[in-house]
């Protein structure tokens, strides 16, 4: 069977491909520095609840007054890039959803789980003693369930020659095993987000204004939690790529010049990231890692494109076109965004008249 | 149809949604409320200057938080989730209309959060008008996600002018959108309260926890009274054919509307008791049960809203299961196979007729229905029926019953479908009906064309008179034949005999004590207010009798003699025959003598979709299990109750209610008439076929049981539908009258239906079913030889007296004395003996044509004829002997 015959016909859009390939990219950033900051406080959150040692205690403590919000934060910034995936590759995505629909359904269950037990963990942390570990294991293995699902998706979307299987398991229990890239995918999102995760902490100390040993050691503990699962990624991002389909590989050594100079980009912003860690300066760290994170995901989108390429590309999506609701999104988006730095603001005023 | 579909088995027919989708709701309308309700609550703790009010608000505010950010959030991507695995096409739809609509109430999901959380984290330890503030950006923009969310909800039920203009604010601002918006902000009041008395029950001091709960009950009543005004707006808003649906021509919707008529008064009830002054102990488990009934509040508002705009998951642009309005006709033409793109069957063998029916299952059906699970199981749904059944029950689907969509794909992919279910899923096994060959001795008469002085004839005026045995549950039709009889003296100038005679008619042995065989005489005073002795007809004739003069039609009669298809000995006859004799009245001598068959029938091919086996025999009959169903389907479609009635032992007679000019039932004068809404109503069901339409429900199939067309138009090759023409115009003549008299319910009936005989409903001429019947002149226009086989279309008889049955030639003889009953027209081929109708032209003239054809004119006159005085041609030689 042909599986580009099984691809469904897309649906019109109101507006220029571009606007939602640009909300894509920019919510998809927002989401995967939640996400990452998350999983990775998640996981180092675990490691200190298992060593179970003062410092880490008070480590964990500390992640665990935060996670509930990044979580929120996850879920709400995860929203918008998924809005905007099924409006460019909805054809993709709904299919390959459906395919694997009994794992895709269970993550809402999966995340409420972690959700709630990252709250118990948070509200309960003095009380909970061993518990502690039960609930942040719980959590953080409910959040790797999620993000492997979500790999899964993420491939099986852009392989329809896979789709065939379909006929002999319409149950919605087709996991993509046989795609290559789907375990270094995976990890190169954990390895990410133990750095972000690492980062974060050693930001969070950063902010701190009493300067003491114990924050300068925190800083330091969460710089090698970023340098050493970078370092690590590097490994990982090699395994990602050569696991790649050959003709897809070679767009970022030359086959595409976009594509090689936002890989080359890439190479250089991971570089200097690691140098910072290293050298234990948190903002010029944090602001190569943010710039290597908005590169990978421009990498990412290449990707996504050069496997669709064959069957899809999202400039062919008829427009019909209605510019009115994009206006109001975008009043609205920023009416918001400037409540919530109002707001931020606001209770951060408190914060400081509180302390005086 | 563009997607693939997820096999669901027991958790289909909208499990899933059901479930995730009503606790979500019913939490993201608190999560509306609520926010209103904690920063009047608090204000109010500022104003009484009441530290316990602070600490309730702030104690309420981490369950508010912990429900509706956790669990509503993560349940409302669970619901998206959910659609776009259960009706990606649909959701992609929505997701394509409306994406910066989604957006932007994604904007103000943002907002709420991080105004939630400062609200709570932040909560004593920020300058109150600061808190406030906080508090009241968190309801704005909680309430802005109801607005966006609402608007795109709505659409689905109410699409309005999007359809033609598919513009994103005519979609959003849908005919329902505002009655609907200003319904869920009330209902998110009225459950602040709800579960405001979850954690007001839990205050310990005494005086603070009274307090609060009446504080509480008064969130849940004041909202109430407008959530009922503008739950009416709403109704009110919502298009006249999905309000009619949601109003009670679904019977599905019916419970859930009853609850949630219901609730209103349980739950303002519940509010009051809980403002009393009664133990905490009481209000706790009371404060939950009002949280459930609530939940059930929810569920049944959102179901009546779901199912409302049944058949469609977008009205009038997508259907339940995904496929688009748009495409319906094109996949009627070339097959939903040749389309569909997740299918492995493109075209239907012998072979794979069973796998594909399943793939056409899976696209059309399951989306609605789970295979065993618990909500829409298709296994009791489609148990009654064989596959002729299934097949017809898809041909009218969609069409009474509007909340399902229509079939749609080809007869074939019909069928594959019909047998995927009944053979597939049910694995019931047909095997073909095996009709008895049956060849009864018939005995002629004696007659001496020499020395007899009488010539008799005599017949059933009905070619057959079917009649239903269902007498325990319903009757249709009672058992009662038409016997007549003309005494002709016979002389150069023949005279029909009227006087000094008395005609007797009996019924052959193991026919006369029918009420052995059917209850009819359980239940005559019941239906016809007649105590009736058992084996005595409605006119008072029983199986033995005389006859009476009709002096107007110069015959006598027997009327209604209530004959059953049934011997005594356990046989299914429906051809029993009656001797007939005339006597002198003044002397007892027998002036002639002759027999007839009363053709009477029960087999009723309702069980053909109603399910159930023939009462008697295997052959023919009523059964219980068939009767019940046909008044279970009557009360699920027509909102009666008859089954109930029926087994308190009130059945019904169907002329009661439906008027019947056969009978000259009034019935109630604004239904249709039992024939119109009978065949109007099945017609639906049967459409696009020739006579097995007719044959599905009456006893005329030449492969039945009975074959009741057994005269020389069916030797002919002609069947039902050469005179009565094709089931949807029968159908549409009898109801255009109707709806001429203004009977609404017509409109219903032939909404789906299109005339094949005609190219416009305009063409077809109304008609009063026995009286404008067809008109034997159509065809042998001035009794000549016809010139085609078919009669022309839309000419009935005028009224009674024209009918067949009811004429004469210019001589006084009725028209069925020479050429036989109605549907067995000499000569005739009886499946029970060759001969047992044709008795009559035999005994006088030895062979099977009509009485005197052939010049036989001296059956009477003693001499031959040279003019035709009995009609013209009547002197031509009979064309198709055989």
């Known amino acids: 069977m042909d599986p580009s015959s099984l691809i469904p016909s897309p649906d019109t859009i109101p507006v220029h491909w571009g606007w939602f390939q640009f909300f894509l990219i920019l919510t998809f950033v927002l989401h995967l520095l939640f996400m990452n900051t998350m999983l990775g406080m998640g996981i180092i959150a675990l490691v200190a609840s298992v060593k179970s040692k003062l410092q880490d205690l008070q480590t964990a403590k500390e992640i665990s007054g935060k996670l509930p919000y990044t979580i929120a934060f996850t879920v709400n910034t995860g929203v918008a890039p998924l809005l905007f995936i099924q409006v460019l590759y909805g054809n993709f995505i709904y299919t390959s959803s459906v395919l694997m629909a009994v794992y895709w359904l269970s993550i809402f269950v999966i995340l409420l789980i972690a959700y709630y037990s990252a709250y118990i963990y948070s509200f309960k942390f003095d009380t909970l003693g061993s518990g502690r570990t039960f609930f942040i294991a719980l959590a953080v293995i409910f959040m790797l369930v999620v993000g492997f699902f979500f790999s899964n998706n993420m491939t099986l979307m852009l392989t329809p020659d896979r789709w065939t299987r379909y006929f002999t398991n319409p149950g919605g229990t087709i996991l993509n095993f046989f795609e290559p890239t789907l375990f270094p995918r995976f990890f190169h999102f954990v390895a990410a987000s133990i750095a972000v995760g690492g980062l974060f902490l050693a930001l969070v100390f950063k902010f701190k204004k009493k300067n003491s040993d114990y924050r300068r050691e925190k800083i330091a503990s969460g710089m090698r939690w970023f340098s050493y699962s970078t370092i690590a990624q590097i490994l990982i991002g090699v395994w990602f790529l050569i696991s790649l389909p050959r003709d897809i590989m070679v767009i970022f050594f030359g086959g595409n010049s976009f594509a090689t100079i936002l890989f080359l980009s890439g190479i250089v912003g991971t570089t200097l990231a690691l140098v910072f860690g290293f050298q234990e300066k948190v903002w010029p760290c944090a602001i190569t890692t943010l710039f290597t994170i908005i590169i990978m995901v421009l990498i990412r989108d290449l990707v996504r494109r050069a496997y669709l390429e064959p069957y899809f590309t999202v400039s062919t999506l008829k427009v019909v076109p209605q510019y009115s609701p994009l206006i109001l999104f975008v009043v609205t988006l920023v009416i918001g965004l400037s409540l919530v730095g109002y707001m931020l603001k606001l209770a951060l005023q408190n914060r400081r008249e509180d302390e005086k | ?882």
């Open chain 2, 1 to 882: 149809m563009n997607y693939p579909v997820w096999e669901l088995y027991f958790a289909g027919g909208g499990l899933l949604i059901a479930t995730i989708a009503v606790v979500h709701v019913y939490v993201a309308h608190f999560a509306v409320g609520g926010g209103l309700f904690l920063v009047l609550t608090e204000l109010k703790g500022y104003r009484e200057d009441s530290q316990n009010i602070l600490d309730y608000t702030k104690k309420h505010s981490k369950f508010f938080l912990l429900l509706t950010i956790v669990f509503g959030g993560i349940t409302g991507v669970g619901i998206w989730l959910t659609i776009s695995l259960l009706s990606p096409g649909a959701t992609s739809t929505l997701i394509h209309t409306f994406v910066f609509g989604f957006a932007t109430e994604w904007v103000c999901f943002m907002v709420e959060i991080v105004a939630l959380f400062i609200y709570f984290y932040r909560f004593g330890k920020m300058d109150k008008k600061t808190h406030l503030t906080i508090g009241w950006l968190y309801f704005i923009f909680a309430w802005l996600s109801l607005f966006f969310i609402n608007g795109i909800i709505d659409f689905m039920l109410t699409p309005g002018n999007w359809l033609k203009t598919n513009s994103f604010w005519d979609g959003f601002f849908n005919p329902t959108m505002w009655p609907a918006l200003f319904f869920r902000t009330s209902l998110s009041l009225v459950l602040a309260g709800v579960f405001g008395f979850i954690t007001a029950v839990f205050i310990k001091e005494t005086m603070c926890r009274e307090n609060m709960v009446r504080y509480c009950a008064k969130w849940l009543l004041f909202p109430f009274i407008f959530m009922i005004l503008f739950a009416y707006w709403y109704v009110m808003a919502v298009p006249e054919a999905p309000r009619a649906m949601i109003l009670g021509r679904s019977p599905e919707i019916v419970p859930f509307v009853k609850i949630f008529a219901w609730i209103l008064p349980v739950m303002s009830i519940g509010a009051l008791l809980m403002a009393i002054r009664i133990p905490g102990s009481v209000k706790k488990p009371m404060a939950f049960a009002l949280l459930i009934i609530g939940l059930i509040y929810m569920f049944s508002f959102e179901y009546i809203r779901e199912a409302g705009r049944r058949p469609f998951l977008i009205y009038g642009h997508t259907y339940s299961n995904s496929i688009l309005v748009k495409n319906e006709e094109k996949i009627n033409e070339k097959g939903l196979l040749k389309i569909a793109k997740w299918v492995e069957y493109r075209d239907i063998t012998d072979e794979n007729i069973l796998d594909a029916g399943k793939e056409i299952f899976k696209i059309e059906c399951m989306s609605c229905h789970s295979t065993g699970g618990p909500l829409n199981d298709i296994f009791p749904l489609t148990k009654k029926y064989s596959v002729f059944g299934m097949d017809a029950q898809l041909n009218g689907m969609g069409k009474i019953i509007e909340y399902m969509p229509k079939f749609m794909g080809t007869r074939k992919e019909r069928l594959a479908l019909a047998r995927y279910i009944v053979e597939g899923l049910h694995g019931k096994k047909e095997s073909p009906v095996r009709i008895e060959e049956k060849d009864l001795y018939t005995e002629i008469p004696a007659f001496n064309e020499e020395k007899d002085e009488y010539v008799l004839l005599a017949w059933s005026s009905m070619g057959m008179h079917s009649f239903t045995d269902s007498d325990p549950y319903w009757s249709l039709m009672p058992p009662g034949n038409n016997l007549y009889a003309q005494l002709i003296r016979r002389g150069e100038t023949p005279e029909i005999v009227t006087e000094d005679v008395v005609i007797s008619y009996a019924v052959e042995k193991g026919f006369e004590k029918p009420s052995k065989h059917v209850k009819f005489w359980e239940y005559a005073e019941h239906f016809f207010g007649k105590r009736l002795p058992p084996g005595i007809g409605l006119s008072g004739n029983g199986l033995k009798g005389e006859m009476k003069l009709n002096e107007k039609q110069m015959a006598f009669t027997a009327d209604m003699v209530p004959v059953v298809p049934y011997s005594d000995d356990g046989s299914f006859n429906p051809y029993p025959l009656f001797t007939i004799e005339a006597i002198d009245k003044n002397n007892g001598k027998i002036f002639a003598r002759t027999s007839v068959v009363a053709p009477t029938s029960t087999e009723m091919g309702c069980r053909n979709c109603h399910g159930g086996k023939w009462r008697v025999n295997g052959q023919a009959g009523l059964s219980r299990e068939t009767s019940r169903d046909i008044l279970a389907v009557h009360d699920r479609i027509s909102k009666t109750n008859l089954l109930e009635l029926a087994e308190k032992g009130q059945p019904v007679l169907c002329q009661s209610c439906h008027p019947d000019p056969a009978f000259g039932a009034k019935g109630k004068p604004e239904l249709l008439n039992l024939s119109a809404a009978i065949h109007g109503f099945h017609a639906n069901y049967l459409t696009n076929r020739e006579d097995d339409a007719c044959n599905t429900c009456h006893p005329s199939s030449p492969t039945g049981n009975t074959q009741f067309l057994r005269g020389i138009h069916m030797e002919l090759g002609l069947d039902c539908t050469s005179c009565h023409w094709k089931m949807e115009d029968h159908a549409l003549s009898l109801l255009k009258a109707e709806k001429k008299a203004g009977k609404k319910e017509a409109d219903r009936l032939m909404k789906h239906l299109s005339p094949k005989s005609a190219s416009t409903m305009n063409q077809i001429n109304p008609r009063t079913p026995w009286f404008n019947e067809p008109d034997c002149m159509n065809c042998h226009v001035d009794f000549q030889e016809p010139e085609t086989d078919e009669s022309e279309f839309n000419l009935w008889t005028k009224g009674v007296e024209q009918l067949y049955r009811m004429r004469t030639d210019d001589v006084g003889i009725m028209c069925e004395a020479c050429h036989g009953s109605t549907h067995a027209i000499y000569p005739t081929k009886n499946p029970y003996g060759k001969d047992r109708d044709n008795i009559i032209p035999l005994q006088y003239q030895s062979n099977p044509y009509p009485v005197g054809a052939n010049k036989n004119c001296k059956v009477c006159h003693t001499i031959d004829m040279e003019e035709e005085v009995h009609h013209p041609n009547s002197l031509a030689m009979f064309r198709n002997t055989f």
